[in-house]
């Protein structure tokens, strides 16, 4: 079974420019979770949507990012424009099913420098 | 609000001798618990959970975990440590009684250095 796909899996931009990231998650699988990882910290979660509604913004900075999940299967990320301090990994997870109790299978990442 | 700590920024152990990794956890309610491992520039692999029942759970390659109520601990242990099992850990934690912005925290990771 493939596990979840992440493009691409590194980035360098300059500051202010656009910058997009794509998940493929799990097949079958209906959760799908963005977070991002800081150095040295663990992964925050940024994004999770049920199919394909949000159910859980709260901690999207929505005056640069954006996300989006059509058809409820592959997921993009965006940022417009970059900042410095959004250096950082970007992780996808998808999970089987919305309960709390279920685990969460996460791709490789995205690493973004800005310069 | 639910947190997770992990004292220790790093744990030191000779191969084939016992590991322990410390997690404790803050929740209103019922905790779920998680451990994950992450190797150098891969994501994180779920390795065990606690969801209800027995305290001690196991999980993948040979790890386990003692869930302590009154201590409110999650302690990850091995009991005969590998070289390879060198990487970054990461306990998690969430909130039993779920709802849309019920989220996994995660600890800010422990790493862990086998020598051999």
């Known amino acids: 079974e493939a596990g979840v796909v992440q493009s691409p899996r590194y980035k360098i931009i300059e500051k202010k420019q656009p910058v997009a990231f794509w998940c493929n998650p799990i097949?079958?699988?209906?959760?799908l979770y963005w977070y991002l990882q800081n150095l040295g910290q663990g992964p925050e979660l940024l994004i999770r949507?049920?199919?394909?509604?949000?159910?859980?913004d709260s901690q999207l900075p929505k005056d640069r990012f954006s996300a989006e999940r059509l058809k409820g299967v592959d997921s993009t990320l965006k940022i417009q424009p970059a900042e410095l301090g959004d250096s950082a990994v970007y992780l996808c997870?998808?999970?089987?099913?919305?309960?709390?109790?279920?685990?969460?299978?996460f791709g490789p990442g995205t690493r973004l420098t800005v310069l | 609000a639910q947190s997770v700590a992990q004292p220790e920024d790093q744990v030191n152990v000779a191969e084939g001798n016992p590991l322990t990794v410390k997690c404790t956890y803050s929740?209103?309610?019922?905790?779920?618990l998680f451990w994950y491992v992450q190797y150098p520039n891969r994501g994180l692999q779920f390795l065990l959970k606690?969801?209800?029942?027995?305290?001690l759970v196991k999980g993948s390659y040979g790890f386990e975990a003692e869930f302590n109520k009154s201590q409110t601990s999650f302690h990850l242990k091995k009991p005969s440590a590998l070289v390879s099992d060198s990487a970054l850990y990461f306990c998690?934690?969430?909130?039993?009684?779920?709802?849309?912005?019920?989220?996994?925290?995660f600890g800010t990771g422990t790493l862990l250095a086998v020598q051999p």
């Open positions: 997870a998808s999970s089987l099913g919305q309960g709390a109790r279920n685990e969460q299978f």
């Open positions: 097949s079958g699988h209906n959760t």
């Open positions: 949507y049920e199919n394909e509604e949000a159910v859980d």
């Open positions: 929740v209103s309610g019922n905790p779920y």
């Open positions: 606690y969801i209800t029942g027995d305290n």
């Open positions: 998690a934690v969430r909130d039993a009684r779920g709802g849309a912005t019920n989220k996994l925290i």
